[in-house]
């Protein structure tokens, strides 16, 4: 069968019973259920024995953060379309109560495997090395004199029962918050109500006993001493539960005028977000279960049952635990070799970019002597005339910030886009956003209807010869503590072209006007899909074996670059892909996308560069390569603002060829991606880490002595 042939199949579907096999005849994978591979494969990270004991709870609390995430914006989105009366289907042919039905039966896999991971793996192997998780009843009675001065003297104080009877409604359970749903009665008249319980999110998710080595859930240590909040009323039950609400901040068209009032609005509004999953544990009581069900207006299929303790994100203060024995080796980024000068001797940087493009790849390549470095410069540099960033997040102690505050001071013109809509973010870029704007800096706020997810940087300096323009182009945001847990790639150059390009998005961003065409950068939205689309086919059109496509991201969803990409398969193109997340493109299928490979790295570091490779890109025989912001997502290539960079210098080409090198070589993080949608862990052969080899060879670069550097191959 031809692609259209397969495509238009696959989107005539209709009906629930021809819906039944969809997932198994379409051309496209789910993107919600993908999204859920991609959190099976980090708990498989949580499962691995040779990965350090702290280290295993780490990936169970990303997980179960990601999957509160996941609820709070994709599953509400879902349950909003099929409220609405929504029947439009998702390419892969599924209705929104579909994929509502599919991802139900997924998570309960899911949490069931999270649960006997922590209780029979990760638990035990943790109490092996003197951390114990323990209950109330394995205490004794010192033990529990202790935690009960610990309830009357730090927990106690801050708790605010709250009944619900004829004069106390039922009360409001915030996002996320852990609490215990509470029976009593009154032994007089043998009434019962029912009392929530919050549990305080500001006191540490696990109680430590004096000999630090031991921990009791809060929710535990609250439950034993009920009686002291509900004096004279017999406690009959008690159950923990969490409730998760829909989180995703959406503006009106009339309430943009003010855009930072708007999103304040909107993060006021978020806290009553509709609830759309309730977290119980094991046990409880099908009177308590009905009445919450009854009060959130929930359903039983937004109910989850855990046999392990809820909200194991709480697994974060754990891992903070002073033990570096139990977590991966601490890892030191090296000074790119460009930007290093003589010991004690400042470096001018401003010279080294002057001299040709710099590649910095963290967390291998430091960001503090790097890019941190660069800004600081150029805010203290008399020659600087302006300063020009985008900031989508940022650190709480952000030296980012400090940097832009500070040229901002020395009478230097600074504008920055703070990204108020990055989601989660909104709050700290508002704070960032007033402090800015109190020094003088030009601070905008992004565009209606548009994320500014662009990494750029531009700095004007007066020069001897006239104003030269510098540029920093990445795949990361300018954010020094996730620079050295994100995998991500950044450009420095003083490319004329490139720096008008950055000049004329800056005026677009911050001024009022269309975008035009641009020399080299590709952008979105405008130029970035259709160059892409381009790229691709011209592949699909080289002489018959020269046709090659890589790419590395985080999510492949957009329809359009797929079926590129599937036609390119069908031409002969051989394509090699790195997704991290989300991919819905079925790979390896005769006659559609038989010469498509798809792999996926999870380990130590959050995979999140964007490298795109065309061998013929540049005419015939003669290869593309850029470096940029965007996934192939409709969100990236329509309604966020991405720049994509060209990258020319035949060196810096080399090390984006050698870390697709690395990443395609790798047998111990790889997992690569079935025809049928499941993932297989690659076998491990030459024990080839990714992180690893890629840690070696920047310390290789730097001068620094390491054993042998792996040896690579496909």
């Not at 280290?55 to 997980?63: D, N, P, S, T, V």
């Not at 070589?665 to 790889?670: F, G």
Request: aromatic content about 8%; overall charge negative; proline content about 6%.
């Amino acid at each position: 069968m031809s692609l259209p042939a397969v495509v238009d199949d696959a989107r005539a579907v209709e009906g629930s019973e021809e819906r039944s096999d969809t997932l198994e005849r379409a051309p496209y994978l789910n993107r919600e259920l993908s999204w859920l591979d991609f959190g099976e494969r980090v708990l498989a990270r949580a499962e691995a024995a040779d990965v350090p004991a702290l280290e295993r709870a780490k990936f169970l609390a990303i997980f179960g953060q990601g999957l509160d995430e996941f609820f709070q914006v994709r599953v509400a989105g879902l349950k909003d379309q099929a409220a609405a009366g929504l029947q439009a289907v998702s390419p892969d042919g599924l209705t929104p109560e579909d994929q509502l039905h599919a991802i139900r039966a997924r998570v309960a896999e899911l949490l069931e495997r999270q649960s006997d991971i922590f209780l029979n793996q990760v638990a035990p192997g943790l109490s092996a090395v003197g951390i114990h998780f323990s209950n109330w009843d394995t205490l004794d009675d010192d033990d529990r004199k202790h935690l009960e001065e610990v309830f009357e003297n730090q927990i106690f104080p801050v708790l605010t029962p709250l009944a619900v009877d004829p004069g106390h409604p039922f009360p409001y359970i915030s996002n996320l918050s852990l609490n215990l749903a509470v029976m009593v009665r009154d032994p007089d008249t043998s009434e019962r109500r029912f009392a929530r319980v919050k549990v305080p999110n500001l006191l540490p998710r696990f109680v430590v006993m004096p000999d630090g080595e031991r921990y009791v859930a809060l929710e535990q240590v609250i439950a034993q001493r009920l009686s002291g909040l509900f004096p004279g009323m017999v406690v009959e039950s008690h159950h923990p539960f969490r409730v998760t609400r829909n989180a995703d901040l959406t503006l009106e068209e009339d309430e943009a005028d003010d855009l930072l009032e708007a999103v304040e609005l909107e993060l006021r509004r978020r806290r009553f977000g509709r609830a759309v999953r309730l977290e119980v544990v094991e046990g409880i009581d099908e009177e308590t279960l009905r009445l919450l069900v009854r009060e959130l207006d929930l359903s039983d299929d937004d109910v989850y049952v855990s046999e392990g303790p809820l909200d194991l994100g709480g697994l974060w203060g754990v891992w903070a635990l002073p033990r570096p024995e139990l977590k991966d080796e601490p890892f030191s980024s090296v000074t790119q070799p460009r930007l290093k000068g003589p010991e004690d001797e400042r470096v001018d940087l401003f010279a080294r970019i002057r001299a040709g493009d710099i590649l910095v790849h963290h967390p291998y390549d430091s960001f503090t002597t790097s890019v941190a470095a660069f800004l600081r410069q150029a805010a203290s540099d008399p020659d600087v005339l302006a300063i020009k960033q985008t900031l989508y997040r940022t650190s709480p102690d952000s030296p980012v910030i400090e940097s832009l505050i500070r040229a901002a001071e020395a009478g230097k013109q600074v504008a920055a886009l703070v990204e108020l809509k990055a989601r989660f973010d909104e709050q700290a870029n508002v704070v960032w956003a007033r402090a800015l704007e109190k020094v003088g800096v030009h601070v905008v706020y992004g565009l209606v209807g548009l994320k500014t997810h662009t990494k750029t940087m531009l700095v004007v300096r007066q020069e001897e010869d006239g104003i030269r323009r510098y540029c920093h182009i990445g795949t990361g945001n300018y954010n020094e503590k996730t620079a050295r847990l994100y995998e991500d790639i950044g450009l420095l150059t003083c490319d004329p072209d490139i720096g008008a390009d950055l000049s004329q998005l800056f005026n677009y961003l911050t001024g009022y006007g269309r975008q035009e065409r641009f020399r080299k950068l590709l952008v979105a939205p405008g130029p970035l899909r259709p160059r892409l689309a381009e790229l691709i086919a011209n592949e699909a059109r080289a002489p018959s074996g020269t046709g090659r496509i890589t790419m590395k991201m985080n999510s492949l969803v957009d329809v359009e670059m797929i079926d590129a990409l599937y036609a390119a398969s069908c031409a002969g193109v051989e394509i090699d892909l790195v997704v991290r997340g989300i991919c819905c493109l079925r790979p390896g299928v005769p006659g559609m996308s038989e010469r498509i490979r798809v792999r996926s790295i999870i380990g130590r570091f959050l995979e999140h560069s964007r490298i795109f490779y065309f061998a013929n890109g540049e005419g015939e025989g003669r290869p593309a390569w850029y470096v940029g912001s965007a996934d192939l997502m409709p969100r990236n290539l329509d309604r966020r603002v991405e720049a994509v960079a060209p990258v020319s210098d035949p060196e810096l080409r080399q090390r984006l060829q050698e870390i697709f090198d690395v990443n395609f070589s790798d047998d111990e993080l790889a997992w690569e991606l079935n025809a049928d949608g499941t993932w297989r862990k690659v076998e491990r052969v030459k024990g080839i880490n990714t992180h690893e080899a890629l840690r070696r060879l920047a310390r290789a670069r730097a001068g620094k002595r390491d054993p042998d550097p792996p040896v690579l191959g496909r």
